[in-house]
């Protein structure tokens, strides 16, 4: 079997997968097209990441709308560089030692958010597990120049678990970001396998401690299905997410990136994910998006704007009865 030249380069960005044996990367079903970035708008947006040298985890972790979102001028920045402590066996983000914190980094993303005249801005990151802090501070900071640059632009954040850390986390939602996003990408059974850095139940605490704090912080968590998850153990993952108060859930279809990721175990059909996406409004989440090409940030800025509708909604319907 012959690979993709580009992918087995790219495989190179994860010593710690090099020992595993490639996995067959099967043909995507048709459901699964996007279209590739032209135009005016994407060239500018790829010039005002380049130029400020910032990193996007569009980029970094191959996704699969990068030209939609680009097009459209929406990106989402990752910030405290290129390169994660972890090792999720799903993820195409580079691991290994990371450098310094650039303490000039939260204000170039505020200035980029300024000049790309964003709505809604999300900001993720690598793990930084040799941070004493986990890089909260440094969220923190970038939150902060956002609000200096673009008071108006509402803030979308996605950092890791802090590895577990309540200060850092309070430090953090004190910060008041208007989206405190946080995914477990998986179930449990699968952790071990496909998120061996994470816990899920530590996860689970983080987003449940965000609303202890500021019950007014939007919360949302993210998912991938395809990987060999029964649609039992997705429900449970549903339960467990309306028991933290997640306001909103995100599930996609995991891609496999590379011969040394994690193989894909089944695509999960535009049908299914319809069902799960009446299955999560029916437990009583805020907003849901299930789709085959659902990211944690695709159509950030809109859903947004929903999401602040259906809580309006739910509190007058509230303090009508």
Partial sequence: MTYNPELLDRAKRHPEKQKRPDRPMGKKPDWIRVKAGQ????????????????????????????GECWDKKHATFMIMGEVCTRACSFCNVATGKPDELDKFEPLRVGVATEKMGLEHVVVTSVDRDDLQDGGADHFVKTIEAIRFKTPKTTIEILPGDFRGNI??????????????????????????????????????RLLQRVKEVDPSIFTKSGMMVGLGETKEEVAQVMDDMRAADIDFITIGQYLQPTPKHAPVEHFWTPEEFEGLEKMARAKGFLMASCTPLTRSSYHAGDDFKKLRAAREEKLLKSAAE
């Fill in 39 to 66: 135009g005016k708008t994407y060239k500018d947006t790829l010039d005002t990441v380049k130029g400020l040298k910032l990193t996007t985890v569009c980029e970094e972790a191959g996704c699969p709308n990068i």
């Fill in 167 to 204: 200060d850092d986390i309070d430090a953090v939602t004190r910060a008041r970001p208007d989206v405190f996003n946080h995914n477990l990408e998986t179930v449990p059974r699968l952790y071990p396998t496909i998120r061996p850095g994470a816990r899920y139940f530590r996860s689970l």
